[in-house]
């Protein structure tokens, strides 16, 4: 970003904010009606993808993505992903093409009409500070159940540096725990569009790479911690080749 100011608005934050913003109340009070027939409705799902769009198209956001051979249709995965925008959720939600839960910091669910909505569809609320390991378990064990896939973002926060930080354990053990296979996916290009604490949104490139899924129905407690460096190390050699490359 060097030369050019993360913190000044560009003609793209206003539209994209207010489009974003107005999108998202009017998702969060239709998920809520829509999830009264059941969160498992294939409805969710749609109004999800429409919502990651309603921002990323004002921003500019033109996504590409690759490797979707490595997902196996009707395979509940934990997703993990680095984090360096926030657009990500977006991108994730419009472009991945699988059906995914987030989980998300409690302020989000504190948030009037929004934080309702995130429950009625089971999104997995997490206390940052204090995090519930038996609730956040029996949630995430409802989304893979359900058929569905788990997102987490294992650095808990946008990295401020575009680098990938230090992982927490918690999804690698909720992924051995359940048995389920953990899914890479590398994002570039989402910090480069709007940088965290930034206020200066710019169209651009993202790419979404997916790598192949690793097994963890031959793993026990004992492997987290291995699982997890495991992941960071593909997902850090992955992102290394692609910010390298021209997009």
Request: proline fraction near 6%; charge should be positive; avoid cysteine.
């Amino acid at each position: 970003m060097a030369g050019r100011s993360a913190s000044a608005w560009t003609l793209r934050t206003a539209p994209t904010m207010l489009t974003g913003l107005l999108s998202t109340l009017f998702v969060s009070v239709l998920l809520r009606e829509v999830a009264r027939g059941g969160s498992d409705s294939p409805l969710v799902e749609r109004i999800l993808r429409l919502w990651g769009w309603s921002w990323l198209i004002p921003a500019g956001a033109r996504v590409r993505v690759e490797g979707r051979e490595h997902i196996q249709p009707g395979q509940s995965y934990v997703v993990v992903s680095n984090h360096q925008s926030n657009l990500d959720a977006m991108v994730h939600l419009a472009a991945l093409g699988l059906p995914l839960r987030i989980m998300a910091k409690r302020e989000l669910f504190a948030l009037p009409i929004l934080g309702p909505a995130l429950r009625a569809i089971g999104m997995v609320e997490v206390d940052r500070a204090r995090p519930d390991v038996v609730a956040i378990d029996s949630a995430a064990r409802d989304v893979l159940a359900s058929g569905r896939s788990l997102l987490v973002y294992p650095e808990a926060t946008t990295s401020s540096d575009g680098t990938i930080h230090r992982f927490k354990s918690g999804a690698f053990a909720i992924a051995i725990g359940q048995g389920v296979p953990v899914l890479p996916v590398v994002l570039h290009g989402t910090r480069l569009i709007w940088a965290p604490g930034g206020n200066a949104i710019r169209g651009g490139q993202v790419r979404v790479v997916i790598t192949e899924p690793i097994t963890t129905g031959h793993l026990t407690p004992s492997d987290i911690a291995g699982l997890r460096d495991d992941v960071r190390a593909v997902l850090s050699s992955t992102l290394a080749v692609v910010s390298g490359a021209h997009i």
